[in-house]
């Protein structure tokens, strides 16, 4: 099936079974002074679930989102089938505009793409423009996931590139964080010079040096304190803030009861990473449950999109970059400094062929959500006129 | 007045949370699961399924609740608790007819809970001819079960020994021994570390996991340990670690660091408590043959719990100091005789070697069959552990003064 438009209307009946749920919430007490060192506060749970029955409207809500671009296409995945895959398509007035393709993570969604839209399909002589495609990964908000065991960077990486060579697209750039950043580095290496010319990470990690290959880079923490305040930063999210991936990656099915069955657990499990993992950003409750939202009524439920944990890890047995090697195209890197795994900047090279990094002074893991002007701001920098990766695309360069 | 005389006390879960329990069963929402995921992914869809819809429509909880009354007499008493004030905790308590039986303190874990030691309880008390018997009091730890649970932060190695200590002076034993597994291990070692000699005479664990011996606290025992090689089962042992914690310590890992977060669900959702919990049950077993009731009784007890399952999971945090550090760093190797009883499909089994940094080891058992859940799964197996140490020719015989557990 072609591309089909596709507007969100989500069931009354779902919406009433929300309600009915909402009612009999069942909340667990705190410790005392608690604050956010055992997860989520009880009062802003509270709070939240208060709004959530009450004051929240998802019709307005769905609304809003309905006034973007969406579309959603059946993709073939080489051993799994047909896939119905749910993406934003924003194109720019600019005929010559560079098709970027924008990969969400977890607990993200395509709607990060949001405030970035405007500002990449802005026309100017001064910057480059964009034509934005912000695909909703396998099992995520209103794409299917697979039903079979398998699927892996292999099959993600065909998703996306699918979806952007059946609209036309086919050389383009790439945009992501989060998974949307683990899974650069698949497309990149499956796909890379052939179909995405280059890309772009606002999480910028990979494996670490090893001493007989990479002896400067792996002995830097020893000589830098620069080096070692970074890592120290991934040290507290590794041991204190990783509980949900190790869980997500190795047991996915019996978190997934929790998270499909209770909506204050989905809520508390999400929430806590939306505040933990961003600068001060100032959420205000309506975002949040409108980010929730979109997980309890994603089409395949909560529970499938924790699965690509497992699927990329090999259930814990392996890093997610395993069957990704390096690829030579042009990389670019943006550095927040509340980003959950910082690692030093030398070691980035390692991911791929860095020809462009910026570091800000604010900002965290959900970048397009918290500085999108300065995420986009780095894009056109990257691609605009005098920049590194100025016309990678052939053709479509950004300006008319 | 540290405790409080001790109260009767008989289950009885209020008509309306039975409602509400049903109430939200009868709306579980069910997530899908990929093609023959088996176990791979967790608890099995099939599984849940089948057991939510039993839960729902034919558990008999009054029914349970009842079986369990009869055969457990239990109290509350309040237990203070230096900078925590009074806590009411709730445990079973039956002596022996033997009036110099050993008094006996078992401490079950998580997911564990009170209920397990209904199967050792009348082996352990039975009066036979020439075995030891004891007096048993098998506390639910606050949190758990029907006992309160800590409001403040900080109640970890030190606060769960006072109270386990002060608990068993009030009821008369000054002298006592411990057994437990899990949470029990650490706690029995957490007694031994504060009250061995005065009033812990000796503990067996039926979880015998320890850390390596440190060059800093043991150089000896690290240099021996490092030169010696293991034996092929500690190899094939310490490979099964390995296993365990790179596939099997999720909910370990998500209970140290934020219980709060995970207490949202499993206070909400009754489905989402029990694959949680069935999940282990099941894993961490050899091949138990669990019957449905059974597995419903028990995450019932968590769901009905006093203060909620939420409040359980804190105990991993509190423990590891936030998963800063182990759980057994709050441990110190005391000279009261240790025994541990092992069983083959237990995780975390350590080399032999690395158990003698928590106590003096004189007792260790090797079974053929049985898990985590050892009091459960293999009651004959881990009383007859019990007995051999604190028998006649054990190696604790007669650690308590005047009550060896024989007819005088």
Excluded at chain 1, 139 to 150: I, Q
Excluded at chain 1, 361 to 377: C, R, S
Excluded at chain 2, 287 to 295: A, I, M
Excluded at chain 2, 352 to 366: A, N
Aim: hydrophobic share 40%; net charge neutral.
């Amino acid at each position: 099936m072609s591309e089909q438009p596709f507007t969100l209307a989500i069931p009354d009946a779902d919406l009433e079974y929300l309600r009915k749920k909402l009612d009999v919430v069942r909340l667990p007490d705190e410790l005392d002074g608690a604050g956010w060192q055992y997860g989520a506060p009880l009062a802003h749970i509270q709070r939240l679930l208060a709004h959530w029955k009450d004051g929240f409207d998802w019709r307005k809500a769905e609304a809003e989102i309905n006034k973007l671009a969406m579309f959603t296409r059946d993709v073939d995945v080489e051993g799994f089938g047909t896939l119905n895959i749910h993406y934003l398509h924003q194109k720019s007035e600019v005929k010559n505009a560079i098709p970027l393709l924008f990969v969400h993570g977890w607990p993200g969604h395509f709607l990060e793409v949001r405030k970035l839209l405007p500002i990449l399909t802005a026309k100017s002589p001064d910057h480059p423009s964009f034509h934005v495609v912000a695909v909703s990964l396998p099992g995520f908000a209103f794409s299917e996931g697979p039903k079979k065991p398998g699927f892996e960077g292999r099959q993600y990486a065909e998703v996306l590139n699918k979806v952007m060579l059946a609209l036309g697209y086919n050389e383009y750039v790439y945009q992501g964080g989060d998974w949307g950043h683990l899974l650069g580095a698949h497309v990149a290496h499956q796909y890379g010079h052939k179909h995405v010319k280059a890309w772009h990470s606002n999480m910028p990690c990979y494996r670490a040096p090893k001493l007989l290959s990479n002896p400067f880079l792996t002995l830097e923490p020893y000589y830098s304190a620069a080096a070692r305040q970074r890592i120290s930063k991934s040290a507290k999210y590794r041991v204190t803030g990783s509980g949900y991936f190790l869980e997500q990656a190795t047991k996915p099915q019996t978190i997934g009861y929790s998270l499909a069955d209770s909506p204050v657990g989905l809520l508390a499990w999400i929430y806590e990473k939306l505040v933990a993992w961003t600068d001060e950003y100032p959420w205000t409750d309506d975002e949040v449950l409108e980010w929730i939202s979109v997980y309890w009524f994603s089409r395949d439920g909560p529970a499938a999109s924790v699965r690509i944990y497992h699927a990329l890890t090999g259930g814990s047995t392996h890093d997610s970059f395993a069957g990704a090697a390096r690829s030579t195209i042009p990389l670019g890197v943006s550095y927040f400094p509340k980003e959950i795994i910082q690692l030093p900047k030398s070691w980035t090279q390692l991911l791929g062929n860095v020809v462009f990094e910026s570091e800000h002074d604010k900002g965290g893991h959900f970048a397009a959500t918290e500085q999108p002007e300065a995420l986009a701001g780095d894009l056109r920098k990257m691609y605009g006129k005098g920049g590194p990766a100025h016309g990678v695309v052939p053709g479509r360069n950004g300006y008319d | 007045m540290s405790t409080s005389p001790e109260q009767p006390f008989r289950i009885f879960v209020p008509d309306a949370e039975l409602e509400l329990l049903r109430l939200k069963l009868a709306s579980t929402c069910f997530p899908d699961e990929l093609e023959e995921a088996g176990w791979e992914y967790g608890a099995p869809l099939a599984n849940v399924r089948r057991l939510v819809a039993r839960w729902r429509d034919w558990f008999d909880w009054r029914k349970a609740e009842e079986a369990i009354n009869a055969d457990l007499l239990q109290f509350t008493k309040d237990v203070e608790v230096e900078r925590f004030g009074v806590l009411n905790v709730h445990y079973v308590h039956r002596r022996s007819v033997r009036e110099n039986a050993v008094p006996l303190l078992f401490v079950h874990g998580w997911p564990g809970n009170f209920l397990e030691v209904r199967k050792v309880l009348p082996l352990l008390t039975a009066s036979e001819r020439d075995q030891p018997c004891f007096h048993v009091v098998a506390l639910s730890l606050p949190g758990f079960g029907f006992s309160e649970a800590p409001g403040r932060k900080g109640f970890a190695h030190k606060q769960y020994a006072e109270l386990a200590n002060r608990l068993m002076v009030s009821l008369g034993y000054e002298a006592y021994v411990v057994q437990g597994g899990d949470w029990g291990h650490y706690i029995a070692g957490s007694l031994a570390t504060y009250y061995a000699h005065t009033n812990v005479k000796a503990w067996l664990s039926n979880y015998p996991t320890a850390l390596p011996p440190q060059v800093s606290t043991t150089p000896w025992k690290w240099l021996k340990n490092l030169l010696k090689p293991y034996t092929r089962e500690e190899r094939e042992r310490l490979e099964a670690m390995r296993e365990f914690q790179t596939k099997g310590t999720g909910y370990f890992h998500e209970q140290a660091t934020k219980p709060q977060t995970l207490g949202y669900s499993l206070a909400d959702s009754p489905v989402g408590l029990l694959a949680w919990i069935y999940e282990k049950l099941v894993s961490w077993t050899d091949g138990y043959p669990w019957q449905d009731d059974e597995v419903l009784e028990w995450v019932s007890i968590y769901w009905f719990s006093r203060a909620g399952p939420a409040a359980s999971i804190r105990v991993y945090h509190q423990m590891t100091s936030g998963f800063e550090g182990p759980p057994a760093a709050g441990v110190r190797w005391m000279s009261i005789p240790l025994g541990f009883a092992a069983f083959p499909e237990e995780h975390n089994r350590v080399p032999r070697r690395w158990l003698r940094t928590l106590g003096k080891v004189v007792f260790e058992s090797e079974h053929s069959r049985g898990g985590h859940f050892a009091a459960h799964e293999c009651p004959n197996e881990l009383v007859g552990d019990v007995r051999r140490m604190f028998g006649k020719g054990g190696p604790a015989f007669g650690v308590v003064p005047g009550k060896d557990g024989y007819a005088s």
